[in-house]
């Protein structure tokens, strides 16, 4: 048994498949997850897992490079959004229309749908380099979120 971590197979067998330049979404419950695309399901119910549980159990496990999410959720979501502000100090931040994040959708390596509701939670994750001097900017401490 994993000593700690994500302990979802599907998830843990994701993340861990990942390579520099790789992405992925997290995305809320309602979002048109494409048919080619892996789908990882967390949902349980409607808010369970929200988007904040899924992405600190996520960043424990990987290092991200940059994020990419809805250019909408700043006026739909502000909450969301300036939780991803905090959270996401040293990474490049990118806000498109929501319309092209569902393309970008379709060449993800897969999509974690979570139990969200609130307004535009999708968010773009890209894979950092394991390399150590590469790596160390955007390093974040779960246990800060």
Not at 61 to 69: F, L
Not at 113 to 130: H, M, P, Q, T
């Amino acid at each position: 048994m994993k000593k700690r971590g994500v302990i979802n197979q599907q998830l843990s067998n994701a993340l861990a498949g990942l390579g520099h330049g790789d992405y992925f979404l997290l995305c809320d419950a309602g979002f048109p997850i494409p048919k080619e695309v892996e789908r990882v399901d967390l949902a349980l119910t409607f808010g369970i897992p929200n988007m904040d549980q899924c992405l600190k159990a996520i960043l424990d496990e990987i290092v991200v490079q940059k994020v990419t999410i809805a250019k909408e959720m700043k006026d739909l979501n502000d909450e969301g959004y300036q939780f991803l502000k905090r959270v996401f100090k040293n990474q490049k931040l990118c806000e498109i229309s929501q319309a092209e994040l569902v393309k970008l959708a379709d060449n993800a390596k897969f999509i974690v749908r979570s139990g969200e509701l609130r307004c535009y939670s999708n968010i773009l994750l890209e894979a950092a380099s394991g390399v150590e001097t590469f790596k160390n900017d955007f390093i974040i401490d779960p246990a800060q979120i």
